[in-house]
């Protein structure tokens, strides 16, 4: 079974600091994407940013990167210079082909507060 | 702009309502997902469906029902609400293609059953 764990419940880090977010996850099949969401307090979620399990390099989208590590299992996000607009949950999810379709699979999220 | 539109942000029944939530998203993708969120659970898919009329069950569908008539369209229904349905419920679509294919959520519903 896929699943995905974030550890960290809430984090608060001061504006303009660097901020990494922990994710590990556990699969057996081979072929795997990892995304980022991000959702603020309005409610909607916001794609950040993926990773392919066969990607060579680690993605970065602007101020948001990836830190893939395979051996380890792990795809933490990292975000250069916060800003207080980066204030809300984040969640980690793999993709995965589940029962003949590509399904997501949720980490509990990070609630993440930027302090000015 | 890609869009998936939710029926409602918020949405107040009672207990032995049927419930209707609807989506629609207009990228003409082949999937559709219904999840539920909770706090400390994360996001958990209900139901899915990679196509018209067909329907899949995710990780939870016990107490929920759906309908997937048109490509645009994918409906949750709650057929009897209880007050552990109380939640809030986002719709997602996406292309039916490899795993680099994200998933677009709409707005969600909260929905709170008295």
């Known amino acids: 079974a896929q699943k995905i764990t974030q550890t960290q419940p809430g984090m608060f880090v001061q504006e303009k600091e660097a901020v990494t977010l922990d994710c590990t996850y556990d699969t057996s099949d081979p072929s795997y994407g990892l995304f980022w969401y991000k959702q603020p307090s309005s409610g909607e979620m916001i794609f950040l940013i993926y990773q392919g399990s066969y990607d060579q390099q680690n993605a970065t989208e602007g101020r948001y990167s990836l830190n893939f590590q395979k051996a380890r299992k792990s795809a933490n996000l990292v975000i250069s210079a916060s800003q207080l607009g980066d204030s809300a949950m984040y969640f980690c999810a793999m993709r995965g082909k589940i029962q003949g379709a590509q399904k997501l699979v949720f980490g509990q999220g990070t609630r993440l507060t930027i302090n000015p | 702009d890609v869009k998936v539109t939710q029926s409602s942000r918020y949405l107040v029944k009672r207990t032995g309502e049927k419930v209707f939530l609807e989506c629609v998203q207009d990228?003409?993708?082949?999937?559709m997902f219904w999840y539920r969120q909770d706090p400390g659970l994360g996001l958990r898919l209900i139901y899915f469906?990679?196509?018209?009329?067909?329907?899949e069950k995710g990780d939870i569908p016990e107490g929920y029902s759906v309908s997937r008539e048109k490509k645009e369209r994918f409906s949750l229904i709650l057929e009897s609400a209880s007050t552990n349905q109380t939640s809030m419920y986002l719709c997602a679509s996406s292309l039916a293609g490899t795993s680099r294919d994200q998933q677009f959520f709409g707005p969600g519903t909260r929905l709170t059953v008295l």
């Open positions: 469906s990679y196509d018209v009329k067909m329907k």
């Open positions: 990228m003409d993708h082949e999937n």
